[in-house]
């Protein structure tokens, strides 16, 4: 039972720069194809052919993985094996202004169908005034007039020549016309001088006046109608009129889209609706006179022409042939489902079917839309009305405004457009879960899962890919190209990324942005081709850029501010490790861990979790050290054992079970009175069993224990246990390896605290014998004793009240 030194090829897996089938990245043939996703491109491959519905896409991974572009590129590459979609526009609903008309027209013909009728517009906008300013329509309309001033005259005038013949007179009144009687001279007869006749002549007169009064009153209520059928007659001679000046220009229209029955349709309702409205064609007169019909425009802030224009939605003029791929960033509602734009109108909100704008439904229907899942998520309403048009397979315009009555404006109720697309979402892992969890419709609408993977087992074949991968993402973004040595460096920094020797990173965007740093340098040095110095400058520049906290760190300790002893030994005190993480980096820090112990009544006092600085794994990790220590030691006496543990000067959270091994030798130093070296740095975790398991982030404890060490002078002793299981995961830095290489610092594994106990104490840790017992000079001989000595102590101070009491 001892700690295995590795050797130093085991510290960190090197490429051979010869193995590698380049001299540099310019010799690899374009390779497109994400490496070591296969399981992933299947599925989005299956989901993107899938047309059953709810068959969309979900794709889940670590962010900084390439995911977006992979999908993308995939998508476009299918897309253009596929057919365009078909265009839609909106156009003025004649009967019913508010719920504007979609019609749906085959790719590339809806900006046609605009400008067809925009024209057709203009020529109306000529052709029509100069119909109605031509002599031949003046000459008719001048005798609708005619006819009716002359009829109406007639009537007065026959009516007048007869009142006359009787003496009595047609008179106008402020109040309209009348009648009264005529005294012999011709003139109106005056009040007194009627009062002055005999009875008997005022009663004729009254009779007379009576009879007249009925005529008049017959004749003015026949003007009305009269003037009714005038204007019945002048409309039905504008219609006419109009209808010789519309129907060959609309004719002549209606050919170019003989294909399109919605296209004819929507040319007889727009000739239907000119006819109607042809006053607006004809200046203020002929205007008013509709108006004077009852007519009224009923959407005040669209201009008489503007009604008939058409308002192209979406169209494939323009692109590239294929099925749309669109990717929205801000999915807004608005910016999903479309909006309806307002202006101001006489002091309110007004629109019509102008202001219609397509969404990214829209957009992508026919093709792919793509969005990432965590902003969608983040957009009030945008989810609920993402899967209502899912649902529904319509694509309806929704806002805010509308959903919470916050105002109440003028909006429009336009036609829904059906909706064929594939969804796919990009987003992590745990949101994918989450939302699974508490979302029962995910499952509905998004049936096809794609994973993306983190890692690619590391292999000779797979270096090969992975050189070939190195090699596209350069020439993706015109970077010079790298030597076999370069790409090498690469490929071992991409197995430090993935934390683990046998595993090389697939988070594509640090391997991106890695080569742009060192395409960098190599440039800034002049050299054509990048080198495996320059890959390495970039690298220690990340670290140096955001360094400044892991040096400070570290001269607290060399100021001794921070405790920690690199040499000699003491009992119950160890050195334990620690990652500190901020943002995207990370780097290991020293912490002393000590213990103290004495009688008591079996409690393992963890002072983390006591001030609630530990999280709940820390606190796990302690309390399967006492589960140990209970099932190890004085196995026939109750454990009679206070104990506390501390992380010294910690000042912040402590989480994770990875000090849980520190911990215990620590625990058992103190029982057993054995000194620990302080020249060692300890890592793991362990069960109840006491065997150690792997954790994470050994490569940055371990350089952080070497860091601190080389500042104060390597010793040739210092060194760190780490998991026998962790040994596969070592990536070091180069001055690392070079110093275990020199014999100045170690780097050991350790299966059992057993093996950490005799490394650590110089001591064998001891086995039990087939009594059962440990040996008296062993670690665990001496924590044994300790603890039935303990026992011992309990019981007397438990025996001592009893025998008081008798």
Known sequence: ???????????????????????????????????????????????????????NLFVIGTPGAGIDRTVRALLQEKARGEAAPEDWVYVNNFAQAYKPRALRLPSGRGPQFRDAIAELIRDLGAALPAAFEAQDYQARRRAIDEAFRRKQEQAFSALTKEAGESNVAIVRTPFGFGVAPLADGGEVLKPEAFNALPESERDRLHALLKQFEA??????????????????????????????????????????FADLPVALEHLDAMRNDLLDNVGVFIGPAQAAAREEGGEEQEW???????????????????SAGGAPVVEELHPTLRNLVGRIEHVWHRGLLSTDFRRLKAGALHRANGGYLLLDARSLLTEPFSWAAL??????????????????????TVSLEPDPIPLDLKVVLVGERWLYWLLAAFDPELAVHFKVLADFEDALDRAPAAEAGYAQMVAALARDASLQPLDAAAVARVIEHAARLAEDAEKLTLHVERVRDLLAEADFWARDAGRPVTTRDDVQRAIDEQIRRAGRLRERVQEAMLREIALIATSGSKVAQINGLSVLTLGDTSF?????????????????VDIEREVELGGPLHSKGVLILNGFLAGRYALDAPMSLHASL??????????????????????????????????????????????????????????????LCTARGLSGTQGVLIPAANAQHLMLRADVVEACKAGRFSVSTVASVDDALAALTGMPAGERDAEGHFPADSVNGRVEARLLSYAQTRRQYGAAPAAEGK
């Open 1 to 55: 039972m001892t700690a295995t030194a590795l050797s130093v090829e085991q510290l960190a897996r090197r490429v051979d720069p010869a193995s590698l089938p380049l001299r540099t990245t310019a010799d690899v043939a374009a390779h497109d194809e994400a490496i070591g996703q296969a399981r992933a491109l299947d599925a989005l491959r299956f989901g993107a052919r899938m047309q059953a519905p709810g068959f």
């Open 215 to 256: 005529r008049l009153q017959e004749i003015l209520q026949n003007v009305p109608r009269w003037d009714k059928e005038r204007r019945e007659e002048a409309r039905t001679l504008d219609r006419d009129t109009a209808r010789f000046a519309v129907s060959h220009s609309i004719d002549e229209t209606k050919t170019r």
């Open 300 to 318: 005040a802030t669209i201009g008489p022409l503007e009604r008939y224009e058409v308002n192209v939605l979406v169209t494939a003029e323009g």
């Open 387 to 408: 899967k209502r048009a899912l649902k529904t397979r319509r694509i309806r315009f929704e806002s805010v405004d509308d959903i919470l009555s916050l105002t109440s």
């Open 588 to 604: 290991g820090r020293p912490t002393r861990i000590t213990a103290r112990v004495r009688p008591g009544a079996g409690k393992l």
């Open 646 to 707: 501390v992380f010294e000067q910690s000042y912040g959270g402590v989480e994770g079970d990875s000090a849980s091994l520190a911990e215990a030798c620590a625990l058992l130093s103190a029982l057993a009175d054995a000194p620990l070296r302080q020249d060692l740095a300890v890592t793991g975790s362990i069960n109840q069993h006491g065997e150690v398991q792997a954790i994470g982030g050994v490569n940055e404890k371990i350089e952080g224990f070497f860091d």
